[in-house]
């Protein structure tokens, strides 16, 4: 079947077979931070957006993004960067693998959620899975993040 989208703001138009899952596609295509860390739609790794909404490229099958928006990390370098230093900051950086997931939920979250508290944060992340268990360097890079995106200082006023 013949599909028609764009990456990155890239037109795309690709022959795919009906089962060819998201995350197949844009690896094949080149994107390579999108990745399969499980086999259960449970580690986040493969997180992208569609339309501006994250989702698990892994557990869609591609011709849902007939005529759609697909962002991957590559596409929000800038804005990946500006939160890769909070995550150096904070020593959070670790292996890296799990990092693109990781920054497209906290980029869509910074777009959806106004505010966030601490419980929201984890809510909001709880599918994405880092195998170093780095949690806390983590969560306080996203909160200072978040914060200094809101315009609120480290002592939680504006």
């Known amino acids: 079947m013949q599909l028609k989208f764009t990456v990155n703001g890239i037109a795309c138009e690709e022959e795919i077979a009906p089962d060819t899952l998201l995350l197949d596609l844009l690896r094949s295509l080149g994107f390579l931070s999108v990745k399969q860390g499980c ?13 501006g909404r994250p989702v698990l490229s892994c557990a869609m099958l591609a011709a849902r993004a007939q005529d759609s928006e697909v962002t991957t990390i590559e596409g929000l370098e800038k804005e990946a960067a500006a939160f890769g230093e909070y995550i150096a900051a904070q020593g959070a950086d670790q292996c890296g693998y799990c990092s693109p997931g990781l920054v497209m939920n906290v980029l869509a979250m910074e777009r959806e959620l106004d505010n966030p508290g601490t ?34 200082t480290k002592g939680g006023q504006s």
């Open 39 to 51: 086999d259960t739609t449970n580690c986040g790794l493969c997180t992208v957006w569609l339309d």
């Open 119 to 152: 419980e929201e944060i984890k809510h909001y992340l709880a599918g994405n899975l880092c195998r170093c268990t780095g949690y806390a360097g983590q969560l306080r890079a996203i909160e200072n993040y978040l914060g200094e995106k809101a315009g609120r």
